[in-house]
């Protein structure tokens, strides 16, 4: 039982670059989110979604896109990269009244 | 959205009772309440989480307070290994705009001195 996949684990990009970012969950849960956590710092929810095909804005939603096209995936697109988005990226997903399960996070670096 | 409030950081002895305390004065009847903890470099990890009720396993026990406004992580023995970072959140449960949706403070910082 995998759980909470994420790929990949490290990236660099330069600043205007696009990429997506994967999540994928073994584990029939209905809801997914996708966090940001910048040095010293909580985490801070960009988007997330409560079902397939169903998508909601987080706390700091502006240079992220998603999408949820199946249920067991939840992607995370930058359009165009910017060094503020430099940042450990994390996703998780869970079902009504049970908790989160995390993956191991993604570090992003941009240029 | 309900926001939480908690310390920055706070110190145990090994072996002894850490009492962790989190503030949710604007906490609505349909928000449960969620701990998590990050220990360094990995993802956060679930704790524990309750309505209205004490709620205790084999990891810690959540005390609410009774007008819910406040609760309370208790870890019973604190070890070495509970240094983490842990965050108070507060989730809505209810369908609707905010079902599902989960947002993390700071967290407060704990220090486990041997």
């Known amino acids: 039982n995998a759980g909470v996949t994420q790929t990949p684990k490290f990236r660099v990009l330069k600043t205007g670059q696009s990429m997506t970012l994967l999540c994928a969950q073994d584990?029939?849960?209905?809801?997914m989110y996708w966090y940001r956590q910048d040095p010293g710092m909580g985490l801070r929810l960009i988007h997330y979604?409560?079902?397939?095909?169903?998508?909601a804005k987080g706390e700091v939603p502006d240079g992220y896109n998603v999408s949820r096209l199946k249920k067991q995936n939840f992607l995370l697109g930058l359009e165009s990269a910017a060094p503020s988005q430099t940042s450990v990226y994390f996703c998780?997903?869970?079902?009504?009244?049970?908790?989160?399960?995390f993956g191991d996070g993604t570090r992003l670096s941009i240029l | 959205d309900a926001k939480t409030t908690q310390p920055n950081s706070m110190e145990s002895n090994e072996e002894e009772p850490v009492h962790l305390p989190c503030n949710h004065s604007?906490?609505?009847?349909?928000?449960?309440i969620h701990w998590y903890r990050q220990l360094p470099s990995q993802g956060p990890e679930y704790v524990i989480h309750?309505?209205?009720s004490n709620v205790n396993n084999r990891m810690a026990s959540l005390a609410i307070a009774e007008d819910r406004k406040s609760s309370t992580l208790i870890l019973h023995r604190a070890t070495l290994r509970d240094a983490a970072v842990y965050y108070c959140?507060?989730?809505?449960?209810?369908?609707?705009?905010?079902?599902?949706?989960?947002?993390f403070g700071d967290g407060t910082t704990l220090t486990v001195k041997p």
């Open positions: 998780a997903s869970g079902t009504s009244y049970q908790p989160q399960h």
């Open positions: 584990m029939n849960h209905e809801y």
């Open positions: 979604s409560v079902g397939e095909g169903t998508t």
């Open positions: 604007t906490i609505s009847g349909t928000d449960y």
């Open positions: 309750g309505l209205t």
């Open positions: 959140i507060l989730r809505d449960e209810v369908e609707g705009t905010n079902a599902g949706k989960s947002t």
